[in-house]
């Protein structure tokens, strides 16, 4: 009598999970943010419905504690996902939101996250609110040498500065 329960005739391969690719995402951010949609898909279900995480996101108070994300999950509550949104349609929305941070267009965008005043340069204000957002408990003399280091005036980050850092590939 055989006791082999190995891969055997009749075994069913392992259930694989669909593999998503987005341009300028890796599999870790993509995994990161499939772990931010399960949050939400609290019933397994596959899909979320946006009107519930509208509410949940602004009873976090994320409609002011980060707009940000708040406006990119109000872009979600349309009639097209009143049956509920899938990953696939959260992870273009993000993507679209956040764009290629490969491309210059796309970190244009992420520029334009930071620079919420629209002076075309991020400040030591703009550095303080993001990294509030992102939960960050830098002091403010952390931040301030951050932001001398990567702005080349010293006192102001322009897209260049930000363009340059982000397509730089080691960090001194």
């Known amino acids: ?8 005739g009749g075994q069913k391969s392992p259930i694989r999970r669909k593999v998503f690719e987005r341009p300028g995402l890796t599999e870790d ?7 931010a949609f399960s949050l939400f ?3 397994n279900s596959g899909v979320i419905d946006p009107k519930e995480l509208k509410a949940a996101m ?5 409609e002011q504690k980060n707009p940000t994300i708040y406006g990119m ?3 979600l509550d349309t009639p097209e996902n009143s049956a509920g949104i899938n990953f696939d349609h959260f992870l ?16 244009s965008r992420i520029f334009e ?3 919420d005043d629209n002076s075309k340069t991020i400040n030591i204000h703009n550095i303080r609110r993001v990294a509030k957002e992102l939960g960050e408990t830098m002091s403010a003399d952390e931040l301030k040498e951050m932001l001398e280091r990567a702005a080349s005036n010293g006192d102001e980050i322009t897209f260049e ?6 397509t730089k590939k080691t960090f001194a």
């Open 73 to 75: 999950i109000s872009d």
């Open 161 to 166: 500065d930000f363009y340059f850092i982000m």
């Open 58 to 62: 602004k009873s976090l108070g994320f």
């Open 41 to 43: 898909d609290t019933d």
């Open 1 to 8: 009598m055989s006791m082999n329960k190995g891969f055997g």
């Open 113 to 115: 996250l930071f620079d």
């Open 92 to 107: 273009d929305a993000i993507t679209d939101k956040l764009g290629n941070k490969e491309t210059r267009q796309g970190i």
């Open 29 to 35: 951010e993509i995994e990161e943010i499939r772990e």
